[in-house]
Nanobody, 126 residues
Framework: VQLQASGGGLVEPGGSLRLSCAAS????????IGWFRQVPGKEREGVAC????????SYDDSVKGRFTISRDNGKNIVYLEMNNLKPEDTGVYYC????????????????????WGQGTLVTVSS
């Protein structure tokens, strides 16, 4: 099970980015996937997640209305569309999944996710 996050970069406040989480070694259709972020000195926090069982989504309050998580099962990719970015959105973004033990559900709790991709850095600054 491998996940690879990409799409990070430097963007000005109010700008947009789209992150991608590509899976290999397994089919995303069956697993919930989440996006998490971490800044130095702070705990890793859940941002958004999408379940495979019913495509239901969950978002942290700080990103509701600005971020959208979606999946393309044909491409085996989960996206995180980030709009109206703020400096406090800066951090390293990771995608992760609980794997089979999640039974298709996703969770914003980092410790409940077993498989992690490497991070992609998002910097929001003028």
């Amino acid at each position: 099970v491998q996940l690879q996050a990409s799409g990070g970069g430097l963007v000005e406040p109010g700008g947009s980015l789209r992150l991608s989480c590509a899976a290999s070694g397994f089919t995303l259709d069956y697993y919930g996937i989440g996006w998490f972020r971490q800044v130095p000195g702070k705990e890793r926090e859940g941002v958004a997640c999408i379940s495979s069982s019913d495509d239901s989504t969950s978002y942290d309050d700080s990103v509701k209305g600005r971020f959208t998580i979606s999946r393309d099962n044909g491409k085996n990719i989960v996206y995180l569309e980030m709009n109206n970015l703020k400096p406090e959105d800066t951090g390293v973004y990771y995608c992760a999944t609980p794997g089979p033990r999640g039974f298709g559900r996703c969770t914003l709790t980092p410790g409940a996710n077993e498989y992690w991709g490497q991070g992609t850095l998002v910097t929001v600054s003028s």
